[in-house]
Every structure is written in C-alpha cells, then in structure tokens.
C-alpha cells in the first residue's frame, strides 16, 4: 500500500514521522519565511514508541507517515519532551484514540501538559540520569530546563545513539531534505543561528550549564534529532559546539546600528554614524527598520559587539517601530555590547534620552550621551554623528573573535 505521506529512517530502530509546516511566516514574533518542521519520531522495537507530536492541523501528515511503517493503533508509549503546542497539540486526540500504555514527561512537562488540557491522563514523571526501557528500547533523559521552557527534556536511545533534543539544535526550516548534510552549508548556518539568537539566547547561561554537563552523562551521540529543522547525522556535535561559541557572547568588531526615520533625518545620521563606524575599523550592519524585521536585528547581533540605535521623536516617545524591536532586543538580553544612540527631533526630542536609559538597564556600555539633532542635521551635525562612530569602534575588542 501506497501513502502520500511516507516516515524516514533515520537509525536502525527511528523513524521521523513528523510534518513539514510550507507556510509558517511568523513564530510568536519571529520572521519564518522559509516555514518550519514539527518533528516527530517513531521507535520500533518490541513496543512502539513516539517520541513528540505535531500541531493538531498537521496530525493527518503525522499519522499517515506512521502508518507508512507500523498501523498507528500499535503505538504504546509516548514521550513528551516540551509542552509546547507544535509539540504537544495532537496529544489529546491520539491519547484518545490509541490509549497507549505510558504517557512520558519531565515533571515540569507534566504539569504543563495538565495546565494545557485539563487531563485526567496518568502522565509518568522522569528525570536527569532516569532510564526506562520501552518494550526492549533504552532511553536516557536529561532535564533540560528553559531550553527554552521550564519542561524541556532530552531523550537518548541507547544503541541508536540518538539524542531526541526537542526546541534545542534546531531551526525553522521546511524543506525536503531531513538530513542537515543534505542542506546547503551557508542556509542551514543562517537558520540555525537565526533561531539560538531569537528563541535561545536569553538562555544562554543555562545551555553553557548543561553542555558542561552533558559528557558526565557518557552518552555517544551519534545523531541529534530536534523538534524543528532538519537532523544531525554526519557529526552531530558541530551544532552543540556551535551552541557553546553562541552562548559566550564574545563581542566582535561587528556593529549593527539600527533606526528608522520620518523625514529621512535620522537616516541621514544613521548613515554618518556608519561611516564613523566603518573608518574606526569595525564591520557596520546597518538595518532600518522599516524593512528589517526584529527578528533579523537579533540574529546579527548574535555575533556583534556594538549596538547603536537611533530615533525620532514622536509624539515624546521613542518611534513605534524602534520601540518595538528595542523591547524585543531586551527579554532576549544580549550581552557585552557597547553602544550609543541617536536621532532627530523637532521641538522636544525625548527619544534619544528614553533610549540611553533603555540601553542602560540592558547593559550596554555607552560610549557618550545620545546625539540629538533638532530638525535637518548641519554638516557639523554630521561630523558629530561620524565622530559618534568612530567612538564607538574604538571602544570594541582590538581583534575579531574565532
């Protein structure tokens, strides 16, 4: 029998059975223009497992790829390694329908399971160091907690070697190829990086702690298997030494200057202060906002070490689109940047403080007080916007960082 749908073999004993979301363009915020994956994986051994599940929409596609290999009334155990709806909206209905014999979650995940349905499904609870053997297949788990929720949770099938990662060490990326080595380098490399700076960096104290803990653990990971994106067959710990170099947050000689302008004004700044930037030595990222989306202000600063935003004033706020993504830049807490702000106003220019007090609380080291400029800005003005520049690149590490 034919399906339209078919699983993939990714081991000797896995299958992904998950779902490729084409249309996905916003992630709570964040730009997806090339959709997503919710990946679900299928154990076969004596018991039939399932490792995560898919939105409620895409619960079709999932099963249809499990019955490509087994009939899907034999799955007996599920593991639920993050709560999260693209992960766990489908649980209900495929509790309902095949009644397996043990529902798996991290403590926390259960919880959150309960909160999310208003369940009375007996969910069984494990831990880091916790091994249970499903039906003569091994699994080890490790809590992995905000990673990016409090109930995230790695399993690991012994003798496969595959870490089931859920949101970790993926990226939202619909495409044919299930395989990372199938992908184009520069794509996947932009992709991944695009989702630790825009789900995980914020958190990035917690992954320096658990990749130090993970070879305590003495676990051989041959494949890395996440939640979204494609898979990680052909050495798998590129991503998790990726992982380790995104969450030092060692600042560069990169500088992403970001603005956006009513009457081309602070443009016309922004671009004086490139120039600064760009004679003092440094690498300028310069992104109006008015065709720069937050999320891919935040994946260029994943690797920056300067932060220079300007604004004009209006209505004596800081302007609504640099509001926004400065709010956005905030809870996601980047680190070791300097920085400075600018902009131009007509007759009480609030915005330019309002973002030097906003830079302040998120750290950023100020090289000088904001820049106003009232209405169009002078020659001098623009002397002073490059010297802004050029302060700024003086302040920044002598060498780019490996």
């Known amino acids: 029998m034919s399906h339209a749908f078919e699983a993939i073999k990714i081991s000797e004993h896995v299958y992904w059975v998950g779902a490729i979301d084409w249309e996905l363009r916003n992630f709570h915020g964040y730009l997806t223009k090339r959709g997503t994956t919710y990946n679900a994986f299928l154990v076969l051994a004596d018991e039939v497992t399932l490792i995560d599940s898919v939105k409620p929409a895409f619960l079709g596609e999932m099963l249809a790829r499990v019955a490509s290999v087994v009939d899907p009334a034999q799955i007996s155990n599920i593991i639920s390694n993050h709560a999260e709806m693209d992960h766990s909206g489908s649980l209900p209905e495929l ?52 990673l990016h929720w409090p109930d995230s949770m790695f399993a690991y099938l012994e003798g496969d070697g595959v870490l089931f990662s859920n949101d970790a060490f993926g990226m939202h990326l619909a495409t044919s ?37 993970l070879p305590s653990l003495g676990l051989d990971i041959r494949v890395i298997a996440p939640d979204h994106g494609p898979i990680w067959r052909k050495d798998p710990m590129q991503i998790v030494e990726q992982y380790s170099t995104w969450a030092q947050q060692r600042p560069t000689r990169k500088v992403v200057v970001i603005y956006d302008t009513m009457w081309r004004s602070t ?36 690797d920056a070490g300067g932060l ?16 926004d993504v400065m709010t956005y830049i905030k809870g996601l807490k980047p680190q070791n940047l300097v920085g400075a702000s600018f ?36 020659p001098e003005s623009l002397a002073s916007c490059r010297d802004l520049g050029r302060k700024v690149a003086a302040k920044l590490p002598k060498q780019l960082q490996a």
């Open 267 to 302: 443009a016309v700044m922004a671009q004086a202060v490139g120039e600064g930037l760009a004679a003092g030595g440094a690498e300028v990222r310069l992104l109006p906002l008015a065709g720069t989306h937050r999320s891919d202000v935040l994946t260029e600063l994943l």
């Open 177 to 213: 190829e299930r395989f990372t080595d199938q992908v184009e380098e520069t794509l996947w490399r932009r992709e991944a990086s695009k989702y630790y700076a825009n789900i995980l960096l914020h958190f990035s104290p917690l992954v320096k702690r658990l990749l130090a803990q």
């Open 308 to 323: 220079v935003v300007g604004s004009p004033t209006m209505n004596n706020q800081i302007y609504p689109t640099v509001a």
């Open 95 to 146: 509790i309902a329908r095949y009644r397996p014999n043990r529902v798996i979650a991290s403590p926390m995940g259960a919880k959150a399971l309960a909160a999310h349905f208003h369940w009375d499904v007996d969910v069984e609870t494990v831990k880091t160091g916790d091994t249970l053997d499903l039906g003569g297949a091994r699994f080890g788990f490790v809590e992995a907690r905000m």
């Open 343 to 378: 902009g131009s106003y007509g007759w009480s220019g609030e915005a330019v403080k309002l973002l030097d007090a906003q830079l302040q609380e998120m750290k950023v080291d100020l090289v000088a007080p904001g820049l106003r400029v009232s209405y169009v800005p002078s």
